[in-house]
């Protein structure tokens, strides 16, 4: 729905390549995150931001880079890609403490 | 959609009935919970919350129970429907409390048969 948009919807990449994720959010929500997804492991916090030109590590950073120039944009690369990083990635804005808004998410295959 | 785990608890009730999905939590001092839904191919969508100082608050059609002495959260869905079928997840926030971060729990998928 309106508010958190991610691009693209799918992606297939090599092994070794770059990409990188995008999220756009519409109302100026100071925090966002980026989570992934995988078989058995749940939701997993990859980096989190607190504003813009303001970014943190989550759980699970490692292959990952992040910026945050604007507010409305936390776009997030894999700098090489790997097999290990195939998953679905989810983006997150909060509205009101802990209530986040997921975006519908970016299924990666990395091959 | 994409498979959100193949290996999840599953909860398979029948249409009408009432369900119950239950999550354990292990830090003592948190105070903060909330579930999650999360439809094929969607990303999780916010359900209800619930405080510490609470130990039961009701939504539309949905009730969350806490249980703090033996750290337990559940989620009741009233007159389950199939559109209730999902994945649920407790979250909280970590130990740390940093960032508005939250810590998701492994999920249960519930099925509702017609």
């Known amino acids: 729905d309106a508010g958190i948009t991610q691009s693209p919807r799918y992606k297939i990449t090599e092994t070794g390549r770059q990409v990188t994720l995008m999220c756009h959010q519409t109302?100026?929500?100071?925090?966002m995150f980026w989570y992934r997804q995988d078989l058995g492991h749940g939701l997993r916090l990859i980096y989190y931001s607190a504003a813009a030109d303001i970014t943190d590590k989550g759980e699970v950073p490692d292959g990952y880079v992040v910026s945050r120039s604007k507010t409305e944009n936390f776009p997030l690369t894999l700098e090489s890609a790997t097999r290990s990083q195939t998953s679905v990635y989810f983006c997150?804005?909060?509205?009101?403490?802990?209530?986040?808004?997921f975006g519908s998410g970016t299924r990666l295959t990395v091959v | 959609g994409e498979s959100v785990g193949l290996h999840l608890p599953t909860l398979s009730v029948q249409e009408g009935d009432n369900s119950i999905i239950n999550c354990a939590y292990s830090?003592?001092?948190?105070?903060?919970f909330i579930w999650y839904k999360q439809e094929s191919g969607k990303g999780p969508q916010f359900i209800i919350d619930?405080?510490?100082?609470?130990d039961k608050r009701q939504g539309q059609r949905v009730t969350v129970l806490l249980n703090k002495t033996v750290k337990h959260l559940s989620l009741q869905i009233a007159a389950t429907q199939p559109g209730d079928s999902a994945v649920y997840f407790c979250?909280?926030?970590?130990?740390?409390?940093?960032?508005?971060?939250?810590?998701f729990g492994g999920g249960t998928r519930l099925m509702v048969k017609p």
């Open positions: 997150a804005s909060i509205a009101v403490n802990y209530g986040y808004t």
């Open positions: 109302w100026s929500h100071s925090y």
């Open positions: 979250a909280e926030p970590p130990p740390n409390n940093a960032g508005n971060m939250l810590t």
């Open positions: 830090n003592s001092a948190s105070d903060y």
């Open positions: 619930i405080r510490s100082n609470m």
